[in-house]
């Protein structure tokens, strides 16, 4: 069974600072991962997507993520954090079992200090 | 082009009542997916259609079902009503149900009971 674990329900960062989201996975086939933000009042907005081609998937808004086999983890980085980014984060495993569904984790709230 | 668009937007109803939740995808998409999300947690898949066939479900009790109709829109109902279905209703389309197909998120209907 596919799952989804991510370390650390808040984060704060300065302004300017480094992001660091973790997000560890389980899967039983190889997995396709995702990474959303949710503003807000709103629904989830996609960042970027990893479906086994490179292993570092550059997606909207200056995010990147690194898919790591051996560490079964896909985390979530931006070089310098902005006030627009304080959202919730949720990553997320694919299954193919006859539906596209996906399984989110509990998702990290990101707080922007200016 | 027009995003997915959920109605209504927000809901209140009582316990033991019935609701439906209305989704229209993106233009083109033809594969739609419902997600619960319960305050301070992830979302939760609940089904997947796809050219109006049910093609996944997740855990969820046979009070929950859904529907497609022929211009891919589709509906969520839920019967007698539980506390504990107050949540975030989300629906998500794709162009199709293959897996990796990425699925854009609609802002959600937030139901509450009382």
């Known amino acids: 069974a596919q799952s989804v674990t991510q370390l650390g329900s808040h984060v704060s960062v300065s302004e300017g600072a480094l992001v660091l989201l973790r997000c560890n996975y389980s899967?039983?086939?190889?997995?396709?991962l995702f990474w959303y933000v949710q503003y807000p009042n709103q629904g989830l907005q996609l960042l970027l997507k990893y479906t086994s081609a490179a292993t570092l998937v550059k997606g909207i808004n200056g995010f990147e993520a690194e898919f790591k086999k051996s560490e079964t983890s896909f985390h979530l980085t931006k070089p310098s954090a902005h006030m627009s980014d304080a959202a919730e984060y949720f990553c997320a495993v694919l299954e193919w079992a006859g539906a596209n569904n996906l399984f989110f984790g509990t998702g990290t709230r990101l707080t922007v200090i200016p | 082009d027009a995003g997915v668009t959920q109605s209504p937007t927000h809901l209140i109803k009582t316990r033991g009542q019935q609701v439906t939740l209305r989704c229209s995808p993106i233009?083109?998409?033809?594969?739609v997916s419902w997600y619960q999300q319960v305050l301070g947690q992830g979302p939760q898949f609940i089904f997947q259609?796809?050219?109006?066939?049910?093609?996944g479900r997740g855990n969820f009790p046979d009070r929950f079902s859904a529907r497609q109709f022929p211009n891919y829109s589709s509906e969520l109902n839920v019967n007698a009503l539980l506390l504990g279905d107050s949540a975030l209703y989300l629906c998500?389309?794709?162009?199709?149900?293959?897996?990796?197909?990425?699925?854009?998120f609609g802002d959600g209907t937030r139901l509450s009971i009382l």
């Open positions: 259609y796809y050219e109006k066939e049910e093609r």
């Open positions: 899967s039983s086939v190889p997995p396709y």
């Open positions: 233009s083109g998409h033809k594969s």
């Open positions: 998500a389309s794709s162009f199709r149900e293959t897996r990796g197909q990425p699925q854009h």
